[in-house]
């Protein structure tokens, strides 16, 4: 019968990392005489390592990507002002294969709170990091669409403008047409200025068709970003006076 030997307990060595701040923890970790405070301070300093690290590979990563951007087909057409645009499924089809080639992922978050929608545009790497656009738009009223084909009018509106946004492309509404459009073409305001001065003419009691024949336009989401703060200002005067 073989004897069995009695084994003497050793010290458990950690393992090896090119890691120094890893290394550093790994040390503590098998130290009962460091107190949990400490421990904590040091897993926080990884963290912010890790984070920065993350955030370092996602601006390679995307500035890679953004540099093979072709640009966007532009498949829809403006009735008003008779220019062409990029539509959300442009976009999508155009930049989703590019995105991910280096990682890097593009997707929409949407809230609702009462009669508006929140869309949060997020592009995000492999690694963690992500950044995020985000517009909010009232629900759309438009002729022959029940409640919930207005909001899913503004959702893809808000998809399409916060989508474009975060990437830096153009979507052609920011293309000029010299003049053509007496000016319509125009960049226009964003669904964020929309909704913000559509709610002011709504609790001022403003009349729209005059507002709109005020500024020149035949709806408001054409509104030129030029025109918006004096609209704004001319809306509070209107206001003030009454």
């Known amino acids: 019968m073989n004897e069995v030997s009695k084994l003497e307990p050793r010290s458990v060595e950690p393992a090896q990392s090119n890691d120094p701040i890893l290394t550093l923890i790994e040390r503590i970790a098998v130290n009962p005489d460091v107190p949990m405070e400490r421990m904590g301070q040091i897993m926080d300093m990884r963290e912010r390592q890790m984070a920065k690290a993350a955030e370092q590979t996602f601006n390679r990563a995307f500035a890679a990507a953004l540099a093979e951007m072709p640009d966007v087909p532009r498949s829809g057409q403006n009735n008003h002002t008779r220019q062409s ?17 280096h990682g ?23 690694d963690g990091h992500q950044i995020t656009s985000t517009q909010v738009g009232e629900r759309d009223s438009g002729k022959a669409m029940n409640k919930l084909q207005g909001g899913g009018s503004t959702e893809t509106y808000l998809k399409r403008y916060t989508g474009f946004g ?3 492309l153009s ?27 559509k709610a002011l003419i709504e609790r001022k009691g403003a009349d729209l068709e005059k507002f709109l024949a005020w500024v020149g336009c035949e709806n408001l989401e054409e509104l030129p970003v030029a025109k918006f703060a004096p609209a704004i200002a001319q809306l509070e005067k209107k206001a003030d006076a009454q």
């Open 171 to 197: 979507s052609g509404d920011e293309r000029d047409d010299d003049g053509r459009s007496a000016g319509r073409s125009a960049p226009t305001i964003s669904a964020d200025q929309f909704g913000r001065i």
């Open 104 to 126: 890097l992922a593009l997707n929409w978050i949407t809230g609702i709170d009462g009669n508006f929608i929140s869309v949060t545009a997020v592009v995000r790497h492999a």
């Open 166 to 168: 975060i990437l830096g």
């Open 85 to 101: 645009y990029s539509t959300l499924d442009d976009l999508i089809r155009t930049v989703r294969p590019i995105l991910s080639r």
